[in-house]
């Protein structure tokens, strides 16, 4: 049976990273990833200029979209429209995704595409996975095992329970690409905070580069519940607002989850050898939008705490809480104070009202903060 220091599941964003860093710090590593490599992933695919510290390395300029974001347009509920300067990574996942693949791969870890982790005995030191590919299923052992299989965790699923999670959907999004002439632009994220359309943050609108080289605006939204009446309503105002004519949808994109995202014990870090990253840990984070620094930085983490563990003999998942407090508070403190829970538009433009200074005046000093502050002690923006 082939063995290994460290068996990671799930080529997203967290596996690669933590495959990265673990390959580099000397581990035999094994990640594997369910579909083929490049697999596309439903994601707006926004990220923030820090991310490259956290990963370790500058995105080539070919993993990223022709346009480059560089400006945000909220548009609050009461019409008021407030544009702001922010520069923004924007990438498709299925290129972004290979290329973080490739970077661990670079360091020495082994990448198996078209292979799922389907289950694992054993206990810290000495796990035994059951792979599949294809109709061919083989074992493997390995010391430690990162969880980075996303939304719907099969490790966490298995170890962790079904704590964190509900029955049927917790909620759903769906995006279209489409092609159209009139007056959006294509350097400006446009955020759209309206409850009618989106009642977990805004709804939203900019611009994308598809597998054809050739640019698309995208427009979605997310809801609990009867997401495409939600989604059809955004598109329809989003061609009104916007003056839209030739309107064309080229591409259709939905994702659903049953993670339960307002629970407190939606944050699960592993137990023993065993470690949770990114979405898989309950990451992701609905009131700043985004999940994917998140997923780096805890897979980046996660490879330092199997590091400590395999040369101090310590448990790796007591070494990886400790180095995940800031970022597990962070998330925790945002969950409790998020979107979801206003009940009309006139809550949610109180809430905007409230924090907009307030937000604007701390991306400005976590920015400065994150500039002087080391790759794992990032702190995530907004
Ligand atoms: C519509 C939408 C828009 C989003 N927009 C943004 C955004 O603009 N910016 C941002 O930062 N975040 C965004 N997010 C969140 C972001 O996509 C996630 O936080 C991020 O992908 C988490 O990365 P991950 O590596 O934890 O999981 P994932 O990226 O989900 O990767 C998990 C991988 O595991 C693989 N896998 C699953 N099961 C198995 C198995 N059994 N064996 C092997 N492999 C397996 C999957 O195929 C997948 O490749 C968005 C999410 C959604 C749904």
Redesign the pocket.
């Known amino acids: 049976m082939e063995e290994f220091d460290v068996l990671i599941?799930?080529?997203?964003?967290?596996?690669?990273?933590a495959a990265k860093f673990c390959a580099a710090g000397g581990l035999r590593t094994l990640l594997?990833?369910?579909?083929r490599?490049p697999?596309e992933?439903?994601?707006?695919?926004?990220?923030f200029p820090y991310?490259e510290k956290i990963i370790g390395a500058p995105i080539p300029r070919d993993r990223l979209c022709n346009n480059a974001l560089s400006k945000v347009e909220i548009l609050a509920p009461d019409g008021r429209v407030t544009r702001c300067a922010f520069p923004m990574l924007n990438y498709m996942?299925d290129r972004f995704?290979e290329w973080l693949c490739l970077e661990a791969e670079s360091k020495g870890a082994e990448i198996r595409d078209g292979?799922?982790?389907?289950d694992f005995s054993g206990e810290d030191g000495a796990y035994t996975a059951r792979?599949r590919s294809g109709d061919s299923v083989a074992s493997v052992k390995a010391r430690y095992i990162i969880d980075?299989?996303?939304?719907?965790?099969?490790?966490r699923r298995k170890s962790g329970g079904t704590t964190g999670f509900q029955k049927g959907n917790s909620g759903a999004?769906?995006?279209y690409y489409f092609k159209a002439e009139g007056k959006l632009r294509p350097d400006t994220l446009y955020q759209v905070w309206n409850i009618d359309f989106n009642n977990r943050m805004f709804a939203?609108v900019y611009n994308k580069t598809l597998g054809d080289g050739r640019d698309y605006w995208v427009a979605?939204t997310?809801y609990d519940k009867n997401i495409q009446q939600r989604q059809d309503g955004f598109f329809e105002f989003v061609k009104r607002r916007f003056e839209l004519s030739d309107v064309e949808i080229v591409k259709r994109?939905a994702?659903s989850?049953t993670m339960s995202l307002l629970a407190d014990e939606r944050i699960w870090l592993g137990e023993g050898g065993l470690l949770a990253?990114?979405?898989?840990?309950g990451?992701?984070?609905l009131t700043?939008?985004?999940?994917?620094?998140?997923?780096?930085l805890?897979?980046r983490l996660a490879a330092k705490a199997v590091l400590r563990s395999s040369s101090r003999g310590t448990a790796a998942v007591r070494e990886y809480a400790g180095l995940m407090r800031d970022l597990v508070g962070q998330t925790n403190r945002n969950r409790a104070a998020g979107i979801i829970g206003f009940d009309s538009n006139e809550r949610l433009q109180e809430h905007l009202d409230r924090s907009m200074l307030r937000t604007s005046l701390r991306l400005a000093a976590r920015t400065l903060a994150n500039g002087l502050r080391g790759p794992e002690r990032q702190i995530m923006l907004p």
């Open positions: 599941a799930g080529g997203g964003v967290a596996g690669p990273v594997v990833e369910k579909d490599i697999r992933k439903p994601c707006s695919g926004i990220q991310l996942r995704d292979c799922a982790f389907e792979l980075a299989t996303g939304m719907r965790p099969v490790i999004t769906l995006n939203w979605g997310g994109e994702f989850s990253a990114g979405d898989a840990a990451l992701v984070d700043r939008g985004v999940g994917m620094d998140a997923a780096a805890s897979g």
